[in-house]
């Protein structure tokens, strides 16, 4: 059957993976909702431009005359909110885009959804759903043991992840409050191909490419559960389409490492694919200044979505970020455009 997908954020990292993955493997249309902020490219949903069952719409979520237009147009089965400010360094720079888009703009998208859904004939309001996209570090940082699980108590700790915890909370409340049909997902640290270049992997690929320093933050020694981009595009489809109605999901990839550690696997597979002859790209390591309020460890029990869903996640951390590496060796125009434009690898967030 094929269904009307909204995906908001979609020309972003992981939304236009989405959107790949939508077009290229599913018979279901797509509608694109994206500001095309700094963080929004065309370029990464060029794959599907040509299909007849996309569409793109140029949008501020925070507009709710807009949304209220799009809905009415484009009349979403399903509804993906991926649109949001994403970086916790420039969110410790300048908190209030991600109060007005994370907080403010999902609330608008809720009220908008929830207008649209008690309009729909009662055939298509049980297929209806709104599907909260959302990051494990809502959850706050854990010590040396212990995992997230979905009931581990909220505890954000920067702007980015105290903003998204609203936007959780405002979800859950439109559920319980409006009957809204929501499911949720919290995910651990996605890296892959189309990722901007500000984030620790692309931005270590393409300074040690370019022979520059790969700047790491503190002792190099804190933990995240690495998640390749295309396992949680398809964590997030099963979720969007079979998910239990009011549940959350936690989603991450059993891939705990150090950034020391990601570092210097980056280093040696540049070493086997592009070696330098100056030396080993792991002299180029260089550790600066701690990102302030930096969390320790981050590690999900993605237990549930596997019992209950029966998805696991297809990549390794060491075959997905070989195939991470060649992707960015293979498509030098895509983040050329962006380095030599918008964003050229500075320092962000040292408060
Ligand atoms: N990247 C990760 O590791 C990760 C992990 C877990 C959860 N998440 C969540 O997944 C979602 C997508 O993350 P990403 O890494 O793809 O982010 P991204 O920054 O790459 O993309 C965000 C997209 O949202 C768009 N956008 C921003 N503000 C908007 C607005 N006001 N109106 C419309 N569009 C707007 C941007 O233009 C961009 O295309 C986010 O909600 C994020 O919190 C990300």
New binding site residues.
């Given amino acids: 059957m094929s269904l009307r997908f909204l995906v ?10 989405v959107v790949r993955k939508l077009i290229g493997e599913t018979p279901h249309h797509v509608c694109v ?9 065309l370029a990464s949903l060029e794959p599907v431009a040509g299909s007849n069952r996309y569409r793109f719409e140029k ?5 709710a005359g807009r949304m209220q237009a799009i809905f009415a147009e484009f009349s979403p089965d399903v509804v993906m ?7 916790v360094d420039r969110s410790i720079d300048g908190p209030g ?1 991600f109060i ?3 907080v403010g ?1 999902t609330f608008t998208l809720l009220q908008e959804a929830l207008r649209h859904f008690r309009a729909l004939p009662e055939a298509r309001k049980g297929a209806f759903r709104f599907h909260h ?5 809502v959850f706050g940082s854990l010590g040396a043991d212990g995992l997230f699980r979905e009931d581990t108590a909220y505890q954000p700790n920067s702007p ?1 992840s105290a903003s ?1 915890a609203a ?1 959780d909370h405002l979800v859950r409340a439109w559920h319980h409050t409006y009957g809204l049909p929501t499911v949720m ?7 892959g191909p189309y ?2 270049p500000e ?1 620790l992997i692309p931005l270590m690929i393409l300074n040690a490419l370019e022979g520059k320093q790969l700047p790491v933050y503190g002792n190099g020694l804190n933990i995240r559960d690495w ?1 390749y ?1 295309d396992d ?1 595009a398809e964590a997030l489809l099963t979720v969007a389409t079979r998910g239990v109605l009011g549940e959350s999901y936690n ?1 991450g990839g059993h891939n705990e490492k150090t950034n020391i550690e990601v570092v210097k696997a980056i280093c040696a597979i540049l070493d086997e694919l592009r070696p330098d002859p100056a030396g080993p790209h792991e002299r180029l390591v260089s550790y600066v200044t701690d990102r302030p309020g930096h969390d320790a460890r981050y590690a999900i029990d993605a237990g549930k979505i596997g019992r209950e869903l029966g998805w696991t996640p297809k990549e390794t951390f060491e075959t997905g970020l070989r195939r991470t590496v060649e992707w960015y060796l293979a498509n030098t125009k895509w983040w050329g455009d962006i380095r030599s434009g918008v964003y050229r690898g500075e320092r962000l967030g040292a408060a």
């Fill in positions: 908001t954020g979609g020309a972003g990292f992981i939304g236009s993976a909702v994206d500001k095309l902020t700094y963080a929004g490219n949008a501020d979520i925070c507009d909110h991926l649109a949001a400010e994403s970086h885009a007005d888009t994370n703009g996209i959302s990051t494990d570090e980015y998204k936007s997902t919290n995910c651990s640290n996605n890296y990722h901007f984030k998640l981009v949680h989603i």
